[in-house]
């Protein structure tokens, strides 16, 4: 399986599981010119702008290291370009899901909330 295939697969997982939480999907795949946002979701609470990384066990460091300073300033920025253009009242919140795969199967997930912020 590809990269490609392995991030697709690791962003449906993640939709699938914030269903789960109670969480509804607003947005997949969003992008400007600042960059891309995987997955846009709410709750009562939060908008959340969330960051899926999919990686097999055998990786060198968690998927969240991933997630380095210069990719959480573009998803603050793309995150700040779809707030001018899709209004809510929700606190924004960016959030990292972790996707570890083995062998092709979805392994375990791990939601980080608040991972970051502006």
Avoid at 1 to 29: C, F, H, P, Q, W
Avoid at 85 to 101: A, G, L, M, W
Wanted: hydrophobic residues 35%.
């Amino acid at each position: 399986m590809d990269v490609r295939s392995v991030g697709e697969k690791g962003e449906k997982t993640a939709a699938r599981y914030l269903k789960r939480k109670g969480y509804r999907i607003v947005e997949k795949n969003y992008s400007c010119r600042f960059g891309e946002i995987d997955i846009i979701a709410e709750n009562r609470q939060y908008i959340v702008f969330v960051e899926v990384k999919a990686r097999n066990n055998n990786s060198i460091a968690a998927p969240r290291e991933f997630v380095d300073p210069g990719k959480q300033k573009r998803i603050i920025l793309t995150a700040q370009m779809y707030m001018l253009h899709h209004h809510s009242d929700k606190q924004p919140r960016f959030d990292v899901i972790e996707v570890n795969t083995e062998k092709l199967l979805i392994g375990k997930i791990d939601h980080v909330e608040n991972a970051f912020g502006a």
